[in-house]
């Protein structure tokens, strides 16, 4: 369970002026928080992150609007529908990942375990397999 990607409900304080929700380090997601970035006005029709990372673990949440995130483990593919501020997508590392369908407005925010690293991408689904069967991803 722990290197499974899932999705972990975060805490939320529903109130009449507005709801709150807010996720720790180390307590809700099981890493260390090195970067944060968010992906938005995404034209219809786009999808992005068809890659996998050889160490770096994610953290997906939809601040507002909708959007699909496809995992792959290189055997199974699973579609999770990204649209509650409360929810996240645990990604951990080794899994091919693509977002998918964002709707108008939609606002995508990742946090991430590492630095941001071109050599930790894997960004060729042929690789991705390879890596996959002989046990190195
Ligand atoms: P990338 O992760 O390649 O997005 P996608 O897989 O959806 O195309 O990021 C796109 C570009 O943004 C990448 O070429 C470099 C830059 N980038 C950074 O400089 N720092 C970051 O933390 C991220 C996520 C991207």
């Not at 925010?109 to 050599?119: C, H, K, N, T």
Request: charged share 25%; hydrophobic share 35%.
């Amino acid at each position: 369970m722990v290197n499974q990607p899932r999705i972990i409900q975060l805490p939320k304080f529903l109130d009449e002026r507005g709801n709150l929700s807010f996720v720790e380090q180390m307590n809700h997601i099981p890493f260390i928080i090195k970067r944060i970035y968010w992906i938005y006005d995404v034209p219809g029709g786009e999808s992005r992150g068809g890659h996998a990372y050889k160490q770096n673990q994610e953290f997906i949440i939809s601040l507002s609007g909708c959007f699909d995130v496809i995992l792959d483990d290189g055997k199974t593919k699973s579609l999770f529908s990204m649209n509650r501020s409360y929810y996240g997508l645990y990604v951990p590392n080794g899994i091919w990942r693509e977002m998918r369908n964002f709707s108008t407005n939609s606002l995508a925010l990742i946090l991430s375990s590492r630095d941001y690293e071109v050599d930790d991408y894997v960004r060729d689904y042929g690789d991705f397999l390879k890596l996959k069967g002989n046990g190195e991803l």
